[in-house]
């Protein structure tokens, strides 16, 4: 099963778009529950797979949610260490102003004025947007984002925002530090150039409780990439068949 998170898409919750970890991690335990009520469902055969940043947070249920027994990623999104320490850990100087920036937005939703954050710049037409994407480098998270959630894959409900009230949650967490706490069969894809690879890389070195564990490269591709290029999407998908199958 699949569902939007709350606050996002077709979930309900106010206001719109607000990222809290602590949501998105129960949401996980909540479709495992809905699970467990239905009859046809086999409690010992439950597995989770979590793609961008919906990764880190099925990461971090199945830290805890014991009734996950296998766990997949594919291209992990570490969002509590990006918003915290900015993209490849290069704002730390900014922490404390993104923390004051959310602690004002939060004040102001008290108003009834709710502040966004996102990365898809803003812009007057799709000419506009591919404009912005060509100062950027190719085959480049940002770039390629723009691109997928912007203009080629674009949907009214998924605008690539969250409340700036969300920093305050956001950055206090981080996937990695309960890593160990993963016993379950670990399975995680990356592209092999993608320019998110560290996040995958770094979670899955602290995954010290459990042996049965991989790390999975998909040659030549990105990390939005691995979303809609056939060629990666049947790498992807035939790597966590086969996991799957032996793990369930």
Known sequence: ?????????????????????????????GMVDYLLSMPKVDPARIGSLGICGGGGYTLAAAQTDKRIKSVATLSMFNSGRVRRNGFHDADKDGIQKRLARAAEARNKELQGEVEYEGFLPPHENDDDLRKIMETMPENTLYRDGIEYYGLTHRHPNATGSYTTASFMKLMAFDVEDRMDLIDQPLLMIAGEKADTLYM???????????????????PGASHIRTYWVPEYVDAAVGKLGEFFAANL
């Open 200 to 218: 995958s890389r770094d979670a899955f070195a602290k995954a010290t409780g459990t042996e049965n564990k991989e790390l999975f490269l998909i």
């Open 1 to 29: 099963m699949a569902c939007d998170a709350r606050y996002q898409g077709a979930s309900g919750g106010e206001p719109r778009l607000r990222d809290y970890p602590s949501n998105r991690i129960e949401d996980v335990s």
